[in-house]
């Protein structure tokens, strides 16, 4: 660490070890550090699990276990974890039955996978086998639950080049209050603003400002949203872009050369976007944030229908007519395939060919 301290293996592996010492509060701090770095880390969550278990915060340890079994489905030991929880401490047989099961189930797995021959698998299957169809709801629970509009943060998220701005533009229309510095000026990749807010990007080191926003709408890259903070007063609704994975791709190369600079391999690319997206809905479903899902393309192709969905999700008495007077399609640069709402520019259409 010394050497390299932002090293998240050496932060897990730190923390496992103090987590045998019984060493508690220090593991559960070097494993916050490992997956504040790498959210992608089925060891440092499940670490945080066993902690805030012997601490006694079951609720929270049912999640970070949760999260640990949704990126590594064979790992053995947080199904048992998850399954003494439930029946020992809150005398669910249920569930604690159903989590036996698939411990079983995962040590067959692996004992197949060590027949086969087949090892860990590497960080682009890895990512790949874990988008699959069941990241985005089939049924999604618009205006779900009470909750009070004027104390709930909006938040705006998504890849990077998916529309972001354009959706802070129809809320700002529609009459909600956006928080924005507007320190990035518009230039030819986004002529209308980014809509950026220069601390929502420091939200890692500083979660303070987040008091201010409520009941305003702001932009939080989809990296940040894991580091929203889940144990605060604090109430979240985020409105979630997608677009075609090859246009956000072309989009930001595009970007990147009007600004002097080299765009990375594609591949790894796609690859970083999957996993960031994959990890992103993943956090948002196992954090229990509402959420709603909007589709570029089907924007520009129906702006009145989503403008009314946003409003439905959000509660507020948005102007809808205002909203959709936004959208202009001729924004749309970076087609894929057939117009707005054809079947080959629906982004769930790239994730399942990614697979």
Do not use: C
């Not at 006694?56 to 999640?63: I, N, S, T």
């Not at 036996?100 to 692996?110: C, F, G, P, S």
């Not at 002529?191 to 500083?206: I, V």
């Not at 009007?258 to 196992?286: C, H, N, P, V, W």
């Amino acid at each position: 660490l010394e050497l390299d301290p932002e090293n998240a293996e050496a932060m897990a592996g730190l923390a496992s070890s103090l987590l045998k010492l019984r060493q508690n509060e220090e593991a559960l701090d070097w494993a916050l550090q490992a997956v504040g770095l790498r959210y992608h880390f089925p060891l440092a969550h499940f670490t945080i699990g066993v902690v805030l278990h012997r601490l006694g915060y079951l609720r929270e340890a049912l999640k970070a276990l949760e999260v640990a079994v949704h990126q590594n489905p064979n790992f053995v030991e947080a199904y048992q974890r998850l399954a003494y929880i439930y029946e020992r401490r809150l005398g669910r047989r249920d569930k604690a039955l159903e989590y036996k099961r698939r411990a079983q189930e995962a040590r067959r797995n692996l004992r197949r996978l060590k027949k086969e021959g087949i090892g860990v698998l590497d960080e682009e299957t890895r990512a790949k086998v874990a988008l699959t169809s069941d990241l985005l709801p089939e049924k999604e629970a618009e205006g779900a639950g009470v909750f009070d509009p004027r104390r709930t943060v909006v938040i705006v998220s998504g890849l990077p080049r998916s529309g972001t701005s354009l959706m802070m533009q129809m809320l700002e229309a529609g009459g909600l209050e956006v928080l924005t510095d507007h320190e990035r000026p518009p230039d030819e990749s986004n002529p209308r603003g980014y809509y950026e807010y220069a601390k929502a990007k420091n939200l890692k080191k500083d979660a303070s400002w987040l008091e201010e926003a409520r009941g305003k709408a702001v932009k939080i890259v989809v990296p940040a949203l894991f580091h929203l903070p889940l144990e605060r007063d604090l109430s979240y609704r985020v409105i979630f872009m997608l677009r075609n994975l090859e246009e956000v791709i072309r989009s930001q190369e595009k970007m990147l050369k009007r600004q002097g600079k080299k765009a990375g391999e594609r591949s790894r690319m796609q690859k970083a976007l999957l996993t960031y997206l994959q990890q992103s809905i993943k956090f948002l479903d196992l954090a229990g944030i509402p959420a709603l899902f909007v589709d570029y393309h089907r924007i520009l192709q129906d702006p009145l229908r989503e403008a009314e969905r946003i409003k439905r999700f959000l509660g507020r008495d948005l102007e809808v007519e205002k909203m959709i007077r936004v959208v202009d399609p001729s924004l749309y640069r970076e087609r894929h395939g057939e117009p707005p709402g054809g079947e080959s520019a629906s982004p769930s259409r790239t994730l399942r060919r990614a697979l």
